[in-house]
């Protein structure tokens, strides 16, 4: 069961699941979403208690919770509450529905690290001490510790770094922020200029492409190795805008202006009409701006001006060894986009 079946990391882990012969799969979300011969979807409200057992009573056969689901708030308190909310309810549910469970997987990232606060100890490693609270990730593997002894299931927590993949209507997609962001500077007859914080184009970061993490997630929930353990996954490359920015422009053939520090949430805010001329002029999918603009995402990524990247070693040392190129990623997600019509 993928519990955030929507999201960039949930529907890239059900692409990847349909692949393996050996799953079955149900994908469960707020909106739910349609039926295939692999996948069957539910639509349940995380945030209530008896939703959620009622819709998942029926699902006696789960043997694996993949947990990518967020729900996004204001602050950093605000966002414990209902996020512990709905990894207990699903947890209390399964329990109850499924004998037969045998591990869980806990979705995080390098907030557990204290990243999104400021600078810090770079590369972070699984046994760097914990920022200090409120943090929803560390609650949420707080609650998986204290309840697995002598259960019969297990728990992996995963720490992607950004993570790009396909996924529509997310809070946190960065790949889907430029692409649209270079589609309006196009239309607009404007170079690609990097908006974030003067230092945030010369710090050090890394990416983690969504089909990597679904293999490295997978493989966490099944090597016995891995049983209770926390694993950083990256794509295993380090870059810095100023490098990888020019790149991005050219592959949208657009020429690179000057970094300019601006707030995308503010300069954004009245491209609707101009996207929907876009996507009428383009044939593209009739999305609304909504859907395809996550520009909260991008300001809090583009204003990371200090490194954000951590140690991968652990994963490989247990036994996962995949990485990804992650200009190669950028190209491959922009160019899925342009096939299925989400940008011209």
């Given amino acids: ?41 539910l639509a349940v409200d995380l945030l209530d208690p008896q939703d959620t057992r009622r819709k998942l009573s029926g699902l006696t056969g789960v043997t694996h919770l993949f947990y990518a689901a967020y729900q996004d708030r204001p602050t950093w308190a605000e966002l414990v509450p209902p996020n512990m909310a709905m990894l207990t309810n699903v947890v209390e549910a399964v329990e109850a529905a499924a004998p037969g469970l045998r591990h869980i997987s806990l979705m995080q990232g390098y907030k557990v690290y204290g990243a999104h606060l400021g600078p810090f100890k770079t590369p972070a490693r699984e046994t760097d001490a914990r920022p200090m609270p409120p943090e929803f990730m560390a609650a949420q593997q707080d609650f998986l510790e204290r309840r697995q002894p002598g259960k019969s299931w297990t728990w992996t927590a995963l720490r992607p770094s950004v993570v790009a993949g396909f996924a529509l209507g ?24 990097f908006p974030g914080k003067p230092g945030a184009y010369d710090s050090l ?33 380090l870059f810095r805008w100023r490098e990888m920015w020019p790149k991005i422009a050219a592959h949208f053939d657009l020429p690179v202006g000057d970094p300019l520090p601006m707030s995308l949430t503010d300069v954004m805010a009245d491209k609707a009409e101009l996207w929907q001329r876009i996507v009428a002029e383009h044939d593209l999918e009739p999305l609304s701006y909504q859907e395809v603009s996550s520009w909260g995402f991008g300001d809090f990524v583009f204003s990371w001006d200090y490194d954000m990247f951590a140690d991968g070693s652990k994963a490989r040392r247990f036994g996962f060894h995949e990485f990804v190129d992650t200009e190669a990623m950028f190209r491959e997600i922009f160019d899925d986009l342009r096939e299925r019509r989400i940008i011209p």
């Fill in 170 to 193: 997310n809070p946190m997609n960065l790949a889907l922020v430029i692409a649209v962001y270079a589609a309006i500077c196009k239309e607009l007859g404007l170079p690609l200029r």
């Fill in 1 to 41: 069961m993928v519990v955030g079946a929507n999201g960039v990391i949930g529907r890239n882990l059900v692409e990847h699941l349909v692949t393996l012969p050996e799953w079955e799969v149900v994908g469960v979300s707020r909106r739910g979403g349609e039926d295939t011969d692999r996948v069957r979807y």
């Fill in 205 to 237: 970061l890394e990416m983690t492409d969504a089909r990597l993490l679904a293999k490295a997630t997978v493989w966490a929930a099944t090597a016995e190795q891995a049983q209770n353990q926390a694993f950083n996954i990256n794509n295993g490359d």
